[in-house]
């Protein structure tokens, strides 16, 4: 049996009161269609990875249109430049970057159905209001459904200068709210890219060089060929001509095997024999840690960024504090394994999947196909996971080449060691910090010399930019044959723990509370900062840590609790958090982690939450248990067997949050969490233990958690 | 290739597949139901966890010659209606995020709850540390494991 997939398909809100399925809808606008019973269907036009901006932001344009929730059906949108503007899920800017085009879609479309009514009416536009997708006329008693003059509101000419509503009158944004495709994900329907079923469809699996630095020099497929069902075994170029930044791709040379089912397309591929020959040096772990050592050793040709003379400052300092931090290598791990469907034919091609770029990919597979960009579509299934991994697109080239071959409709499936030995890691970083406190324990001077693969890792206009006068910031690029790229919350994801453990370590050696030691800075960076470029708001950055301070109970006595404290600013949101650890069976265990967060006006406080909740267990897990290391260019780990992943035994028993309630235009929260909490469990962890953290992973030798 | 005839779901379903393909595959490809989710291929990530006879199993590792006259029940036959309390549970707490382990992670907790209705927190954390969920949803899934006990019991 055959399912067809319809990545289109329509759910309706489960709930009472519901209207009628109608029998006609009429386009308002790109992102809303309204049926003739006021079912009102609302696009959500970026890819979805598990933020959960399908329901936040269609959220937006129902607040606008003013629309009963239960009443909208919300839709993927298809890749269309030109209805939609940044259909990217990267950088937690969804939502920071939609939210004005969103609120204006559903006012204009408001303000269509209004005149719409006004005009039947023969009434002045300003006499009528709405609620919950019905017009009303007060004083004559009139009211109409939105679904009623549906049709008539989409011959209005698109109005301009339209008012947006108070947020104070907001009645869907700031409400919690449920993820739309919840109960489809609870029934195991087809949502993703894996789940997709066609008639006539083959399955396609490939080989990429077994290390970095390698690639295919021949291969023989006899055995494979005769394995049960397998079409064809071949090698696959899949380099686009004109590179778009997303083509990241160590192996652009694959082979390919196609066969009817996945089975055997795995097992065909076990048959096939390939020599390798290399290009480059295999590196080793050993080799990269040996490369950062020697960066960090060194200094940058130019500062990244040189406030006053630190080299003095360090020079009078009373006290110098010195540390080292440094990470692995990191997979993305997606737990749906990257996999894309194509078909391609002579004049055209339809691309399906899971894809975080999809406008990136559709300019990258007209270079490889050399075919115009309008006979290439690309549609956006719900993603089992993005973390960045999918801003590349190399699985959807992979595809389209594959299906090219054999002329038929493919989905490309990659195994787990595949899409783990692939690369397009998080890089290895390795950071140095100083500190310089003077005889009264102020600081004096900061440096901060960070190296990492394919590119350093400091921001070098963060925090503590700005609040101390003698200021160093340098970043050192360590090349590799291994490629890496954006990994949920890049560098932050590294840069954020190391820099709040030795702000903890500073805090201690100056004999200060180490937030109060950072409420000081940011006074000073309120007062009178240092520079004027310093990328964060200290009153922003000051109001989580406060909010924490106060939630958390900050500085009372807790027996038998050890805690831990970080703040971060990245994707232009603000997160301070406490973790209080506690003593299980002799081991400590994470008991705890009060979270505050400063995104400005929360859409949806449900989704915002888990977010957050998500970003902690995931920092957590990752600055505890996980690391690629490398043998001779080979990936050590290659499987969830010998890759740790966090369990859940292993989370926090419990995260609260809280959000700074202060109307600002909303930020994102898909990464924001994950950064400090490295820190504030090292800080908590070192509570607990007397240990500092150095190195990531915690759990690999300097720690055994409870 | 050889035929099977396989119970999944209450439903007899005849394939024609080599006899070392995993239940996963079967499912999947030949039967049409892809709620069942690929993870790793070798039972440690827990993401197509289905139920055989009852008892929660890894699909990715279990050869469809293996299965003889088991029943086989997969996230689309935990209940007619999504009403199972571990599906209701998991909407109540809106559990998902991107969704994609949530099938297997229900059918662990599901196949928890038949075999311990009132589970203690260490009962969850040892029947739910076979699967994994890179979104970090871990929270949300064990109070929703004890809301479903609650509304079981």
């Known amino acids: 049996m055959v399912l067809g997939f319809n990545w289109l398909v329509s759910c309706k809100p489960a709930a009472e009161n519901v209207v009628e399925v109608p029998k006609e809808w009429f386009n308002i606008n790109a992102f809303v269609k309204i049926g003739d019973t006021g079912l009102v269907t609302i696009m959500s036009p970026n890819p979805e990875i598990g933020q959960n901006v399908k329901t936040a932001m269609p959220m937006v344009v129902a607040e606008e249109l003013d629309v009963d929730w239960q009443n909208v059906v919300v839709e993927q949108a298809p890749l269309d430049t030109d209805l939609y503007t940044r259909q990217v899920a ?51 008693g009139k009211s109409v459904n939105y679904g009623e003059i549906a049709n008539s509101a989409a011959q209005i000419e698109v109005p301009e200068n339209i008012e947006l509503k108070d947020p104070k009158d907001f009645k869907i944004i700031g409400k919690p709210t449920k993820n739309v495709d919840g109960p489809k994900i609870i029934k195991g329907e087809p949502l993703f890219g894996l789940d997709i079923q066609r008639e006539g469809m083959l399955i396609s699996t490939i080989i990429h060089p077994p290390a970095f630095g390698m690639k295919i020099k021949s291969f023989d497929a006899s055995e494979a060929l005769k394995v049960n069902g397998v079409k064809d075994v071949f090698r696959v170029d899949t380099a686009p001509e004109e590179k778009e930044w997303s083509d990241i791709n160590a192996f652009p040379e694959l082979i390919a095997i196609v066969a009817d089912n996945t089975w055997q397309a795995m ?31 060194s200094s940058a040709d130019e500062p990244a960024r040189k406030d006053g003379d630190p080299e003095t400052a360090f020079k009078n300092a009373a006290k110098v504090i010195e540390k080292i931090y440094s990470a692995p290598f990191l997979p993305h791990n997606t737990m749906e394994p990257m996999n894309f469907f194509a078909h391609v034919t002579a004049d055209k091609a339809e691309l399906v999947g899971p894809i975080q770029t999809p406008e990136s990919m559709r300019k990258s597979i007209s270079s490889l196909l050399k075919m115009p960009l309008d006979k290439i579509t690309v549609d956006m299934t719900r993603m089992g996971g993005g973390f960045g991994r999918r801003l590349y697109g190399n699985f959807g080239l992979e595809a389209a080449a594959i299906s090219k071959k054999m002329n038929a409709p493919i989905k490309l499936v990659y195994s787990r060691a595949d899409d783990m030995t692939q690369g397009t890691y998080r890089p290895a970083y390795k950071i140095t910090y100083r500190a310089a406190l003077d005889e009264n324990n102020n600081l004096t001077a900061f440096h901060v010399r960070g190296a990492g693969i394919h590119g350093g890792p400091v921001f070098a206009n963060r925090f503590p930019a700005g609040t101390v006068d003698n200021y160093l910031a340098e970043n050192i690029n360590v090349e590799s044959n291994i490629s890496t790229g954006a990994w949920r919350a890049p560098r932050s994801n590294f840069v954020a723990g190391a820099e709040q453990s030795f702000l903890d370590e500073v805090a201690e050696a100056a004999g200060k509370d180490p937030i109060e030691m950072r409420l000081a800075l940011f006074e000073r960076a309120i007062q009178n900062p240092i520079g004027d470029n310093n990328d964060y708001d200290p009153e922003r950055y000051a109001g989580v840590l406060k909010l924490v301070k106060e939630k958390a109970g900050w500085g009372k006595e807790m027996p038998g609790v050890s805690r831990g404290v970080a703040a971060y ?42 977010q957050i909740e998500g970003g902690i267990i995931d920092g957590i897990g990752h600055a505890m248990y996980s690391a690629v290391t490398f043998t001779d260019g080979k990936a050590d780990q290659e499987n969830f067997d010998r890759y740790r992943l966090i369990r859940l035994r292993e989370a926090p028993m419990e995260i609260e949050t809280f959000f700074v309630d202060n109307g600002i235009d909303p930020t994102g929260l898909g990464e924001p969490s994950l950064p400090p909490v490295m820190g504030a469990l090292a800080n908590a962890l070192y509570k607990a233990t007397s240990k500092r953290l150095y190195s990531q992973p915690f759990a690999q030798k300097d720690i055994v958690m409870g | 290739m050889a035929s099977f005839t396989l119970k999944v779901n209450g439903k007899q379903h005849q394939v024609d597949v080599d006899p070392d393909t995993p239940i996963l595959w ?10 069942t989710k690929y993870g790793c291929g070798i039972a440690q990530c827990g993401s197509c966890t289905v139920h055989l006879n009852g008892n929660a199993v890894r699909a990715c590792v279990i050869p469809v010659s293996g299965v003889g006259d088991a029943e086989i029940t997969t996230i689309e036959g935990l209940s007619p209606k999504a009403e199972h309390a571990v599906q209701q549970a998991w909407i109540e707490h809106d559990v998902s995020q991107c969704g994609y382990c949530q099938a297997g992670q229900m059918m662990s907790a599901a196949a928890l709850l038949s075999q311990n209705p009132n589970p203690t927190d260490k009962d969850i954390d040892n029947a739910m540390n076979g699967n994994i969920c890179r979104c970090g949803t871990y929270i949300r899934i064990k109070d929703a494991i004890k809301t479903a006990a609650k509304n079981l019991s």
Do not use: F
């Not at chain 1, 800017?93 to 009514?117: D, K």
């Not at chain 1, 097992?267 to 050993?286: N, Y």
């Not at chain 1, 979270?595 to 888990?610: H, L, Q, R, S």
């Open chain 1, 90 to 140: 990267g950088g937690s800017q969804s939502i920071r970057r939609g939210w004005q085009g969103l609120r204006m879609a559903g006012a204009t479309g408001r303000r269509m159905l209004l005149e719409a009514a006004a005009k039947q009416w023969q009434v002045p536009i300003e006499e009528l209001t709405t609620d919950k997708g019905v017009i009303y006329h007060k004083s004559s």
């Open chain 1, 569 to 610: 600013y990245c994707h232009n949101s603000y997160v301070a958090q406490v973790i209080d650890v506690i003593e299980e069976n002799g081991k400590p265990k994470i008991k705890k982690v009060w979270c505050a967060a400063d995104c400005g006006i929360v859409i949806n406080p449900e989704g915002a939450k888990n």
């Open chain 2, 26 to 35: 079967v499912l999947r490809d030949n039967i049409g139901l892809v709620g």
């Open chain 1, 267 to 297: 097992k065909g591929k076990e048959a096939v024999k390939v020599e390798w020959e290399t290009v480059t040096p295999g590196e080793s772990s050993e080799d990269h840690e040996n490369a950062l050592e020697k960066a960090i050793l």
